[in-house]
């Protein structure tokens, strides 16, 4: 069963702090999506990571992949309220450029002020 | 550049019921996706189509079905509704490497 677990689900951390958000999937793949959802709305893309050793930065979020380990984290630089959201990871398992997703549960992260 | 659209945004139905989603993809795009996405769940993979066909499928039974149009957009319908089809159903469209959603269609089952 293809299998893709984030931790922490939940994750409530102080405006300024610095935080990593794990995704470990089961099966070989090289291409990992994140994205974010908030409340009642779709699913935006932060980062398409597409080889071993990619690292994608994109303001106070950085996103990287380790194929060998089949491990991916999103790490929060300096956290603000504007990044309260639940984000999502996902593993594109049948082939490059299926485009089949499998998703993690999610990690609602909640900063505060 | 409009993005990825779905009607109708909501939509109320009773069990046994059948139901229509609609998806056009964005400007380029010629694969889509449809996701289920219950509450406090990660999306799940429906099924995809691809000229036309449906190329891959997720583990959903047949009253899932779909239709891919030759402008590329496509319909999602749902036999038979349970109250557990209840759920926000996601479109996604392709391009090179990256899979954007649409904002997708929040179905009741009551």
């Known amino acids: 069963e293809l299998k893709v677990e984030q931790n922490p689900l939940f994750l409530s951390m102080q405006e300024g702090k610095n935080y990593t958000i794990y995704c470990n999937y089961s099966t070989t793949s090289d291409r990992l999506y994140w994205y974010r959802q908030d409340p009642g709305k779709s699913l935006e893309s932060l980062f398409v990571?597409?080889?071993?050793?990619a690292v994608k930065q994109e303001g106070r979020l950085m996103a990287s992949l380790d194929t060998k380990a089949r491990l991916s984290t999103l790490h929060i630089t300096a956290a603000v309220h504007d990044l309260s959201a639940t984000y999502f990871c996902?593993?594109?398992?049948?082939?490059?450029?299926?485009?089949?997703?499998?998703f993690g549960k999610g990690t609602k992260l909640s900063v505060i002020p | 550049d409009a993005g990825v659209t779905q009607s109708p945004t909501h939509l109320i139905k009773t069990r046994g019921q059948q139901v229509t989603l609609r998806c056009s993809p964005k400007s380029g795009h010629d694969t889509v996706s449809w996701y289920q996405q219950a509450l406090g769940q990660g999306p799940q993979f429906i099924f995809q189509y691809y000229e036309e066909e449906e190329r891959q499928r997720g583990n959903f039974p047949d009253r899932f079905s779909g239709h891919q149009f030759p402008n590329y957009s496509s319909e999602l319908n749902v036999n038979a509704l349970l109250l557990g089809d209840s759920a926000l159903y996601l479109c996604?469209?392709?391009?090179?490497?990256?899979?954007?959603f649409g904002p997708g269609t929040r179905l009741t089952v009551l």
């Open positions: 996604a469209s392709s391009f090179s490497s990256t899979q954007y």
């Open positions: 990571l597409l080889s071993n050793g």
């Open positions: 996902a593993v594109d398992y049948s082939g490059a450029g299926s485009y089949q997703l499998t």
